[in-house]
């Protein structure tokens, strides 16, 4: 069945989308069966006797020019009407809890369909919360996600079933969807017992189930995305099965080697440097393809080791977003990821990115600027500038957090901020 979005913009419910020649068709099919119609209606009234009250209801009292009018009047509200209200009957179905005007529901369907071509690169919930913002503004999205994810529902299907990670796609699609409530809450459903089902996410078994179905990756979140009515695309930066490997720095026995996105946090020292293997693997043609075409290309929020980096370590990812003619943005966590980014400032995670892909990346980095903490074990990210970095990559500091939950974005606050950021680019 069609998503809500495609019978919207189907071209037999909105006039002007694409069937002018299948109305001017239908007026002209229309006007031959009254011709015909009234032919015999005029061959009536001339040669068959007709009782008097005819004369009152044909209207022979008035002038022939002012009956056309009044017909032809009564006429164009009685179909309008009809028109009207046929297409509410039918859009109806598609208003969500709350709408009441079809109006203001068409209006918003298409200023997102005009909205800015937009590609954010990075996994774990940060992207989620970048995309739940965005698609408000615009239905030309598309998330690159990583597939180094090695860790629990996702892990165990990658190693049972030899698919790429299916968590991060399943929280973008849930992120995007414009589906019932209820949809998106199974397809983020969490099994908590069970044989074998303990700990698997409804919708990383909907996935996977999806690639042995389709035999394809892409297909089956392309398929599982138009279950949920999804506003844009989600992508792998690659389909090459990888590992996230690191190099962690220890005191006292030199650097060591760490296997495995999920591993790499629990080591309690310093990440040195982060790389996949195997090396060289090539990138997913589309995700290229979006990124080249893209207005706004946003790395992050996200873990900077594990969810945005990964994606960057895939050298024709790095070297199409710096050619790219978008607008670069970097979104810096609002807080620290413990094992990963402990004690880094905004200015550390920027250099952690040139260290790995090289400078000119990035054109400006966006970061939180409300250091206003509630009492909690939670400590945000410090975002002292270094003015020096300040001239050679702008920082643009805004308070971003989200009030329920002061160590993550609000996704509205931080849309407004990308939009605004965008704007100014294309007006220089």
Same mark, same amino acid.
């Given at each position: ?146 597939? +180094? $994810? ?6 165990? !299907?990658?190693? =049972?079933?030899?698919? %790429?990670? *299916? #968590? ?114 090539? +990138? $997913? ?6 990124? !080249?075409?893209? =207005?706004?290309?946003? %790395?992050? *929020? #996200? ?126």
């Amino acid at each position: 069945m069609r998503s809500w979005r495609e019978l919207l913009a189907s071209k037999w419910l909105i006039p002007g989308m694409g069937v002018k020649r299948w109305l001017l068709l239908l007026v002209a099919g229309v006007t031959c069966l009254s011709l015909g119609v009234a032919y015999i209606l005029v061959e009536l009234y001339r040669e068959a006797p007709l009782p008097r009250i005819f004369y009152y209801l044909t209207l022979q009292f008035l002038a022939r020019e002012l009956r056309a009018l009044l017909f032809g009047s009564v006429g164009l509200g009685i179909v309008g009407y009809a028109v009207y209200h046929l297409n509410r009957s039918l859009l109806t179905v598609f208003l969500r809890p709350g709408q009441d005007n079809l109006a203001d529901l068409v209006y918003q369907h298409r200023q997102r369909a005009r909205g800015p071509h937009v590609v954010a690169i990075g996994g774990g919930t940060g992207l989620s919360s970048l995309l739940r913002g965005m698609k408000e503004h615009s239905a030309n999205l598309t998330a690159i996600v990583t597939v +180094a $994810d090695d860790g629990g529902s996702s892990g165990r !299907l990658r190693r =049972e079933l030899g698919v %790429l990670p *299916p #968590g991060d796609f399943r929280n973008c699609i849930a992120a995007l969807a414009d589906a019932e409530p209820l949809m998106t809450e199974l397809f983020q459903y969490r099994f908590p017992e069970g044989q074998g089902l303990d700990g698997h996410a409804f919708g990383n078994l909907f996935i996977a189930a999806m690639v042995g179905v389709t035999g394809n990756f892409e297909r089956a979140i392309a398929e599982s995305s138009r279950v949920l009515a999804v506003r844009g695309r989600i992508l792998p930066s690659t389909l090459e099965h990888v590992t996230l490997c690191a190099e962690i720095a220890d005191v006292g026995d030199g650097a060591r080697h760490v296997e495995g996105e999920s591993q790499i946090p629990l080591s309690g020292h310093p990440i040195e440097r982060v790389y996949l293997e195997p090396s060289g693997v090539r +990138a $997913d043609t589309q995700a290229l393809r979006a990124i !080249l075409q893209a =207005e706004m290309i946003i %790395l992050g *929020p #996200g873990s900077l080791y594990t969810s945005v980096l990964p994606n960057l370590l895939v050298d024709e990812v790095a070297q199409a977003i710096r050619v790219s003619a978008a607008l670069k943005v970097y979104v810096c966590n609002v807080a620290i990821q413990p094992g990963e980014t402990d004690g880094y400032t905004v200015e550390d995670h920027v250099r952690a990115i040139e260290e790995h892909v090289g400078p000119g990346l990035v054109d400006v980095v966006v970061a939180n600027s409300n250091m206003e903490v509630p009492s909690g074990n939670w400590k945000l990210e410090l975002v002292r500038p270094i003015y020096a970095w300040q001239d050679r990559i702008p920082i643009v500091f805004e308070d971003l957090t989200d009030p329920k939950s002061p160590w993550r974005h609000d996704p509205a606050k931080l849309a407004r901020c990308l939009l605004g950021l965008l704007a100014r680019f294309r007006g220089q």
